[in-house]
């Protein structure tokens, strides 16, 4: 199951959580979100692949947004960023991670590490009411992407990686 457009964790009870969409709003519009939940109370992009279509299996197009599965499945959806090289992803700031070296130090060209902890959404847009209990990080691939965390409002600490000539 890809848990699409969500975070995925064995200890939760709910398998999906919306982005908060103050930060669609933020760095969008986007073109695709290939992790699109099933139910959205608002658009993350101008067209969405669900679990149902498996966006891993789509040709991607223009700028993509993706909040990926947490969990084992987040280093596929990266790398498969990282070669679309024109998007941005929201996943944990778990950065002494393997996959986190493999798939964001090595290929991503910035970050924003979000101030604070993140309240996420439940499918009918309510916002939970404990945060995520982990610290969250925006992946920019490519330079539209780099340009939009750049230029964005949301509080942190925007890091580039790699210089894009």
């Avoid at 939940?37 to 700028?63: C, Q, S, Y």
Wanted: hydrophobic fraction near 40%.
């Amino acid at each position: 199951m890809n848990g699409i457009g969500s975070h995925q964790s064995a200890k939760m009870l709910n398998d999906e959580w919306l982005t908060p969409p103050n930060i669609i709003l933020d760095l969008g519009p986007f073109d695709l979100d290939p992790c699109a939940p099933i139910v959205r109370p608002w658009e993350t992009a101008r067209k969405h692949f669900t679990k149902n279509d498996d966006g891993l299996m789509h040709k991607w197009a223009g700028l993509v947004w993706c909040n990926p599965p947490y969990g084992d499945q987040t280093k596929t959806w990266l790398d498969r960023m990282a070669l679309h090289n024109n998007g941005i992803a929201l996943i944990f700031a778990r950065t002494e991670t393997d996959m986190f070296f493999k798939s964001v130090w090595e290929k991503a060209t910035s970050l924003l590490f979000i101030r604070g902890r993140l309240y996420f959404c439940y499918v009918d847009g309510t916002v939970a009411k404990a945060n995520s209990g982990a610290p969250s990080v925006l992946i920019a691939y490519g330079k539209e992407a780099d340009i939009r965390l750049r230029r964005s409002k949301i509080k942190g600490k925007y890091i580039t990686l790699h210089e894009l000539l």
